[in-house]
């Protein structure tokens, strides 16, 4: 992965060239390609694409029972990317999202039960029912949420960054957000910012291919979106979101750029969302074909397919796991709905930090 | 002659309707080609008209409201569509200080006839995508503001504001798209921006409202008839410019006034309405200006905290008894 | 012990001071290193505390706030300058959505300790540099809004601000900026958010003002003054949270009440104070409370037509005799 | 000048290549450069320079006596620019343009007498007064506004492209912004949507080094700006902004680009102001050697040597334009001294194209 770049080279790419030279063969390469990291890593990654996937199939279930409202944006496919991207930094950089966070929240440790809590709204989520699917967050692990407005936790993570630099922290932040929200202004304004203060930040790109309906290649005049950060003379390079190894490694390397001060590096990862944009959808936009190309590139089955072939486990552990993790999403939707909703006397708590004293107008009109 | 067709389909037929008449007429937004429309009302309208009048956007509110000012700059009319309210934040600038400066700044040279089509709402969105700043909108000259609650003013006043000259605030409500009502037939269903319309008589309390605050205001006149209150119901329906004679002739013999709407209570559109109620109506009024409103607070996600927020019939009904608690000056 | 100095002098002293006391708070915005900022209240602090804590940067409103904002999340204490208030529209979604929200909608979890230093103020800068804000700023749940009229105050409200731990918008004037007064000694002056001061007494008519229109204010109290009517000013400094009490108060023995603003008389911060006195002081208001505002038009560049638009001493005295010729109620 | 390069060529690089391989000497050189423009025109751009100079100064003048007032800010140093462009273009192309639009004013034929008229702020201004500085515009001459919103101006330009070409109107958008302005986020939008719409619009970017005082080396991660259109995969080009026929060479191209409905265009000028920002400058932030070194390329000075070296002039005809001038402006002077300001009682008219009816609340809320 070439640094600074004016032709940002991608992973694949870079795949492509060892694939020339190399006599190798397609499973040695692959052995290769996971040897960065070790079986417990790998397993564990494996563990977490399930727990998100599993995680979600349950939330859509309760989407369907109205235990969930409002809109609920489920990541099934993406799994790959944020398992690799956090695996790709130190457990405590940090890490700010669009609303499609489920997968953020659960790998960056948050309790899944707390987690589905707040989807029900109930007092024990992880805001207090506040916030609901697109507002994750949990600052104790530098989980700076789940942001429902397009692009404007973007710029939000430079100051974050800037932040880092001050404090000299040693720390990087991850600022994950959709391909539609390359078009919007303020996405440019943080390129920028990032560029010109050198920023510790790590520019995660999820390219699904589509916004809502709106397709990348419509909207976009550049066909890959590394592209976008030629104007800005960032460094950037693609990765394969359908692979957690893959998007690991450029993650790591563009946080270790960010870490050792060379300023913002931007990583476009390659990936499909298997479900509708969010549960009210009608999905009229894709071809049936399309969808079907792209399951065909599920992310779990075919990270189970490498861990057994190169003997990092066995069916029967795999197996084993999915139960594991089956139990826990169970157990978690179980919590969430034995939880109590928030306590309408709290509805005005945390409006200011500091308390207001006499004045204090917000209180005096609670009139529930 | 009327149907009977929900709001959606008023404003749907609106947009055709204008784009059949206007070649000029054209819409531009998030998704409202292939998605459909995030609320369905431009469905299949990119089939009939092609991507070249139906055109799709990138994420850019900014971008769209400026791009739908140079199109009507260059002799269109385009219709751009702000996926909800909460966004319009981003495009303020252009709304404020191009859409609606424009006319007066150039001295008259050229006027900015753009419809920016948005909506307000709940529906457990949280608090960045629940809000409304229809107050903000009214609040600024050279804007016009409207906020239909039927289908037939949805669908008269879109009409009106598309042929209308001036830049259009439109804000429609995701709670009363599958309402249904009776709509005048015919593609000449013309409603006037700037026309109040008494909805209900009563001689004890006048009830403004505007947008769904109308349905629950009408849910709460109801109620109260029931008691023996009778209250006069004003749909606003256009927010700037305001049809304050209406409400002055309604208070004048009410002696009492209770106004609604969604946004904060606190410079809400509530307060510009309470304002002008208690500078005009002085003289006449038995009772301070009563507003139903949003507490001041973001809206949070979950359900029970939510519906404790979100104005009501009974909100209404509450203050209307309280006013009423309050003795006559006289 | 008090020293006479400027609105702009107090302002950079508060900055000064609370760098130094604190290394987490820095500065950011445009033009605020060589160029000495745009009215010169940041000048020299770049020399002094260095480029890491007074940062210069691009012409990005949005950027800048969300950047103080990230920041502030990261342990440090911004003070964000928007060079003039109107530039703030291409910041409202930050500041709306972010700065008044997250402490809210995560749930405590973290605050935003921001200040958003802006200005507004006149001086034939035409229909887009014109505006101002507060009463938009002044609704959000989330926010505190300070606008403070005397180097004593502007100085304690910022020093205040910027150890808030909320986010505080922190509106100055430009035509204040030379203005002097007392201020007191030392680097521990503190004035409390939320505080209205009755700057002057009176039984007749309570003027509530804030701001450039606080001068106005005294100046019409004191022509009023000599003609025999007593007027009892309010400086309100902080908008929001708003010492409605100390208005009341107020109001209860002057009964009647003119509220004076820069911002458009429709949905301006006016309308606020009028629907919130008319609520809270029904009962002994001898008249509607009356608003001193800008008319509802951008403001034209002309000098003869700005002048004849800019609220003024004159106004204030307009409004008042106009309240007192309205006979009182019992 | 390549077409849809992702790596934009120069003119001046070109310039540079034909110097390379040719032998002419500079001077041919020259007279090549100036080639394309008969003798007339040439003298037109002279006459144009020097009337946005002398009009300037006047105005710098009224602004010491206090007959200006608000924000002044003068196009001195940059004259080429707005000369050399609108020369590129057709006289019924759309213009539009930041705050600094003397000049563009000017040279799209605005009377002199109604543009000092309305730095004055008289009712025989341009836009009546109204505007000042900052707003002259004159849709008549499809010059659609000096705007002082930094960047505000740019998208706006796409719509009015959009609209040429579904009305086929065959004409093109000029749409003038400074260095300053391509860090906001409304340049960003624009340039993304103008390609993905192909939309027939030349973005001219005055690089004058400076925002206010802000170094565009500093706030900037590009160094050349036209590097900012690769992220667009938009064409673009520099040209020497001290130079009325690079300028219109470049914008020429650019025009044609469009024109031919191959989308927008990015032009980076490479130019100067001598004078502050605005007359409210203390111009600390640069050196008097960096200004005297940029006021050694005068624009006026170095054409008025090319125009009489290749003959097109001599120092007496040069003389006679620059009287005429002289006079033209003195009587626009006088002209804005002696109109009338605006009359109060229209301070309401124009807020809204509509009639309003009975509402009409703005009227009955004059206290004047
Ligand atoms: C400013 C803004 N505009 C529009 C929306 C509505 N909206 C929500 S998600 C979305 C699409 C975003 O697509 P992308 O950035 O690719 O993320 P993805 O959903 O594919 O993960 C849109 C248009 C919004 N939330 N905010
Ligand atoms: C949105 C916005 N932010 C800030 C300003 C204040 N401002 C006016 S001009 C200017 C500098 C613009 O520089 P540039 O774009 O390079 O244009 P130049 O003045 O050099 O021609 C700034 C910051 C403004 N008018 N609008
Ligand atoms: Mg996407
Ligand atoms: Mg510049």
């Avoid at chain 1, 390469?29 to 960065?36: I, K, P, S």
């Avoid at chain 1, 710029?155 to 991850?174: C, E, F, I, N, Y």
């Amino acid at each position: 992965m070439a640094k600074a770049t004016s032709r940002p080279s991608t992973s694949r790419g870079r795949a492509q060239r060892t694939g020339e030279k190399a006599a190798a063969s397609p499973r040695r390469r692959d052995r290769a390609a996971l040897r960065g990291l070790d079986d417990e890593t790998l397993l564990l990654m494996y563990r977490q694409m399930l727990l998100i996937r599993r995680f979600e199939e349950h939330a859509a279930e309760g989407y369907a029972q109205a235990k969930i409202g409002g809109f609920l944006h489920l990541y099934i496919g993406e799994e790959a990317v944020a398992v690799g991207a956090l695996h790709g930094l130190r457990n405590d950089d940090h890490l700010i999202t669009h609303y499609r966070d489920h997968g953020y929240a659960l790998v960056r440790g948050c309790d899944p039960g707390q987690v589905m809590a707040e989807l029900y709204g109930r007092a024990t989520g992880v805001v207090g029912g506040r916030g609901g699917s697109m507002h994750l967050a949990d600052a104790s692990k530098h989980f700076w949420g789940g942001h429902a407005i397009v692009g404007g936790h973007i710029p939000v993570a430079v100051g974050l960054g800037v932040a880092q630099q001050r404090k000299d922290t040693g720390l990087v932040v991850l600022d994950v957000f959709g391909d539609g929200a390359t078009a919007i202004g303020m996405f440019h304004e943080a390129m920028n910012m990032a560029m010109i203060w050198r920023a510790p930040v790590v520019f995660l790109c999820e390219n699904n291919l589509y916004g809502m309906g709106a397709q990348l290649a419509e909207q976009s005049p550049v066909k890959q979106l590394v592209d976008r950060a030629r104007g800005y003379n960032m460094p950037a390079a693609q990765c394969d979101g359908m692979d957690p190894v893959d998007t690991y490694r450029v993650v790591r390397e563009a946080g270790e750029h960010a870490r050792r001060g060379e300023g913002p590096f931007f990583v476009e990862a390659l990936t499909y969302r298997f479900r509708g944009h969010s549960m009210a959808d009608p999905e009229m936009y894709r071809t049936r074909d399309e969808v079907r190309e792209w399951r065909a590139k599920d992310p779990i089955p075919a990270f189970a397919a490498r861990l057994t072939e190169h003997g990092i486990a066995d069916d029967k552990r795999l197996k084993q796991i999915d139960g594991e993790v089956e139990e826990q999403v169970v157990a978690a939707v179980r919590f969430a709905d034995e939880s109590p909703p928030p306590d309408p006397a709290t509805i005005f708590d945390h409006l200011y930090a500091a308390p207001l004293g006499p004045a204090a107008p917000e209180r005096s009109e609670i009139r529930p | 002659m009327t149907v009977e067709i929900s709001y959606r389909e008023a404003l749907h037929q609106a947009l055709r309707e204008e784009m059949q008449r206007d070649g000029d007429v054209v819409l531009l937004g998030e998704d409202i080609t292939g998605y459909g429309g995030s609320y369905a009302v431009t469905k299949g309208l990119h089939e009939e008209f092609g991507l070249d009048r139906v055109m799709e956007t990138p994420i850019a509110e900014a971008g769209i409201v400026a791009t739908a000012i140079g199109m009507s700059m260059g002799g269109m009319r385009p219709v751009a569509e702000l996926m909800t309210v909460n966004f319009a934040l981003l495009a303020l600038d252009q709304i404020v200080n191009n859409a609606a400066k424009f006319h007066y700044m150039f001295n008259g040279q050229w006027s900015v006839p753009i419809v920016v089509r948005t909506v307000s709402g709940f529906g457990q969105l949280a608090a960045t995508h629940s809000q409304t700043f229809e107050g903000w909108f009214a609040s600024v000259p050279g804007l016009k503001v409207v906020m239909p609650a039927t289908p037939a003013d949805a669908k008269g006043l879109l009409k009106t504001a598309i042929r209308d000259p001036d830049p259009v605030i439109f804000i429609e409500h995701s709670l009363l798209y599958s309402k249904r009502g009776a709509v005048p037939e015919g593609d000449d269903h013309l409603v006037p921006i700037g026309e109040a319309a008494v909805v209900r008589e009563g001689g004890d309390v006048t009830i403004v409202a505007y947008s769904r605050m109308l349905l629950e205001a009408l849910a709460a006149a109801e109620e109260l008839s029931a008691e023996g209150v009778e209250c006069e119901v004003v749909d606003l329906r256009t927010l700037r410019p305001l049809d304050v004679d209406t409400i002055v002739q309604s208070v004048a013999h009410t002696h009492r006034a209770v106004v609604c709407g969604e946004d904060w209570r606190t410079g809400g559109f509530g307060a510009t309405l309470a304002a002008e109620v208690q500078d005009r109506c002085f003289d006449v009024l038995d009772a301070p200006v009563a507003r139903v409103a949003m507490a001041d607070v973001p809206l949070p996600y979950a359900r029970n905290l939510e519906r404790l927020l979100i104005p009501t019939a009974h909100s209404v009904t509450e203050a209307v008894r309280s006013l009423l608690s309050i003795g006559g000056r006289s």
